[in-house]
């Protein structure tokens, strides 16, 4: 996706200050609430987020549209496709 | 007539060749397909078994269980020996750490190795482990507890070491199944993609 680009967000989770397995206990249950095609906007500082969030959904089935790291602060968009 | 027998030979293994690259086509997509179907339909299964009663050993059973079942998988932890503890209901809220014969541990000072065996020490770590970890927001036993029930984690323990501790039924937290033995978790157990020992 291009920089600058909106990503449409259904539904946001704040998992900053959490840390594992915090963020994908938060992520699963707050997935389970979303219709398919819907889009999650994750918010977390955990050091394994990225690679953790990258493993859960390659399991799940869902899909990682992008992530970035704003000093220390990950942002996730998750598509529940599962 | 040599020309011609050469002819339909060389027709014949451009025939064969043909048909095994079109054979070896379709098969290679028909594994591919089953294979992604059956990936899709395989529940991942989890079986752990803790056996370990100290703060620091309860963690890492209850961390994986619930990144297991958070992942969908279906989870099942055996507890036994010691680690019938993590689901006492009274004892897994006074989970120890002993620094003794543990060099590894973080101390505020150097010590050498006898000064941790000395009166104090064990309460001491554990209010330090306890500190750290607050101070790096990991989850507390409680907390994590909670989850593994709550997100389907199969809480079992064991009922032949809980009779030798003396632990009833009734001892252990909401939500932890019937006592079974060795054999029915080896079950389980054996139709687990990963199986660990804690």
Redesign the interface.
């Known amino acids: 996706m291009a920089d600058g680009e909106a990503t449409r967000v259904d539904r946001l989770l704040d998992c900053r200050?959490?840390?594992?397995?915090?963020p994908?206990?938060e992520?699963?249950k707050a997935v389970r609430h979303l219709d398919a095609g819907d889009v999650l906007e994750v918010l977390a500082t955990d050091k394994g987020a990225v690679p953790?969030f990258t493993?859960?959904c390659e399991?799940?089935?869902n899909t990682l549209l992008d992530w970035r790291d704003t000093n220390g602060v990950y942002t996730f968009h998750i598509r529940k496709d599962a | 007539m040599g020309s011609h027998t050469d002819l339909s030979s060389s027709m014949d293994e451009r025939i064969a060749a043909r048909v095994d690259a079109l054979l070896s086509e379709r098969l290679q997509s028909a594994i591919a397909e089953e294979l992604s179907r059956q990936k899709?339909r395989h529940v991942?299964r989890l079986a752990i078994i803790a056996s370990k009663g100290t703060l620091d050993f309860a963690y890492p059973p209850l961390?994986l269980a619930?990144?297991g079942?958070?992942?969908?998988?279906e989870v099942g932890i055996f507890f036994t020996f010691y680690g019938l503890n993590i689901i006492h209901k009274d004892k897994s809220k006074r989970l120890e750490v002993a620094p003794i014969g543990n060099p590894a541990m973080p101390m505020p000072m150097p010590m050498p190795q006898f000064v941790t065996a000395l009166p104090g020490m064990v309460p001491m770590a554990t209010t330090m482990i306890k500190s750290l970890f607050r101070q790096?927001?990991?989850?507390t036993i409680d907390t994590l507890l909670a989850?593994a029930v709550e997100?389907g984690v199969r809480i079992i323990p064991c009922s032949m070491t809980a009779d030798v501790f003396g632990y009833k039924a009734t001892d252990f937290i909401e939500g932890a199944e019937d006592m079974c033995g060795a054999a029915s978790f080896l079950r389980f157990a054996a139709d687990a993609d990963i199986q660990l020992f804690i």
Not at chain 2, 69 to 73: P, V
């Open positions: 200050g959490k840390s594992c397995p915090g994908v206990i992520l699963r953790d493993a859960w399991e799940t089935g | 899709k991942r961390i619930t990144a079942a958070a992942m969908e998988w790096h927001n990991v989850e989850s997100s």
